[in-house]
């Protein structure tokens, strides 16, 4: 929603300032500038990127413009998720689970926290990590150690499609200036005509700089950085998990674990320490 109010008040603010003055509109309309930037872009982009990051651009933009869904609620659900996850283990030992981490979708206890069990990397990254636990493959050093590994390539990887949007937001400006360029090697040919007729032409010039900068620091490069904070959301959840799984592992009690996790929450989604009691007790009641 916010991103949609942004790119309303950006065009808003800009048509504004140049109609307020007086000036005319439709000289802004110039489908060949715009064929030129867009389409130039368009094929660098082509030209630059791999086909897997080609393919996860238009889910990254979806993303960027609806939001992650990594919330405060989000993070409590994981909370509690690995609150009852580890006092099962303690009561019943690692077998308590086995069937849970086996079919976690058909789960009652993930179930229970559907804001978390519902992410599926999420889900995927805290289900193999147990698995590896359970079997008895894996103590916490070694957990760790993997964790690490996810969280860094998962994070290097989901960074790839911004890096692709900054990369266009870098070259629309260039892409203006070669409309603008072609725009003047245009007017060249009309200097011997009325002083009307070439402004109009070094005006429809000019709107392809215009342009670029505008799409590059308007729309292009805003979004980009969304995408990586977008990222940063996602990456929190998994060392959320990291910090509580592995600190378990190594010994801790379940609320001493869940402490660790929380610590490593953002603080615009941590919950304070009395909330993480009330989810520890949410999750002993179930």
């Known amino acids: 929603m916010t991103v949609i109010l942004g790119v309303l008040g950006v065009v808003l603010s800009v048509l504004i300032g140049f109609i307020g003055p007086g000036g005319p509109v439709e000289v802004l309309f110039q489908p060949y500038e715009y064929l030129v930037i867009t389409g130039g872009i368009g094929f660098t982009v082509l030209i630059s990127q791999p086909v897997p990051v080609l393919k996860a651009l238009p889910r990254a933009f979806v993303e960027a413009v609806k939001g992650t869904g990594v919330s405060k609620p989000m993070f409590n659900d994981l909370l509690g998720l690995m609150a009852i996850i580890f006092d099962t283990m303690r009561r019943e030992g690692v077998l308590g689970i086995e069937g849970d981490i086996s079919n976690p979708h058909q789960s009652a206890r993930f179930n229970r926290y559907p804001k978390a069990?519902?992410?599926?990397h999420l889900m995927e990254t805290l289900t193999?990590?147990?698995?590896?636990?359970?079997?008895?493959?894996?103590?916490?050093?070694?957990?760790?150690?993997?964790?690490?590994?996810?969280?860094e390539t998962h994070h290097e990887e989901a960074l790839l499609p911004s890096?692709?949007?900054?990369?266009?937001?870098?070259?629309?400006?260039?892409?203006g200036i070669v409309a603008a360029v072609l725009g003047i090697i245009i007017t060249m040919q009309f200097l011997d005509g009325p002083p009307t007729e070439i402004g109009h032409h070094v005006a429809a010039a000019l709107v392809g700089t215009m342009l670029g900068i505008f799409l590059s620091?308007?729309?292009?490069?805003?979004?980009?950085?969304?995408?990586?904070?977008?990222?940063?959301e996602n990456t929190a959840l998994l060392k959320c998990v990291r910090a509580g799984l592995v600190s378990f592992a190594g010994g801790a009690p379940p609320a001493v674990a869940l402490e660790f996790a929380r610590k490593t929450i953002p603080s615009c989604f941590r919950p304070t320490s009395e909330q993480l009691e009330e989810?520890?007790?949410?999750?002993?009641?179930?």
């Open 163 to 175: 890096t692709a949007v900054k990369t266009m937001a870098d070259s629309f400006p260039a892409m």
């Open 217 to 232: 620091y308007g729309f292009v490069g805003p979004i980009a950085t969304k995408m990586e904070h977008g990222v940063r």
């Open 128 to 151: 193999s990590a147990l698995r590896l636990y359970v079997d008895g493959v894996a103590n916490a050093f070694d957990l760790d150690k993997l964790l690490d590994s996810e969280i």
């Open 279 to 286: 989810i520890i007790k949410e999750a002993k009641k179930k």
């Open 117 to 120: 069990s519902h992410n599926h």
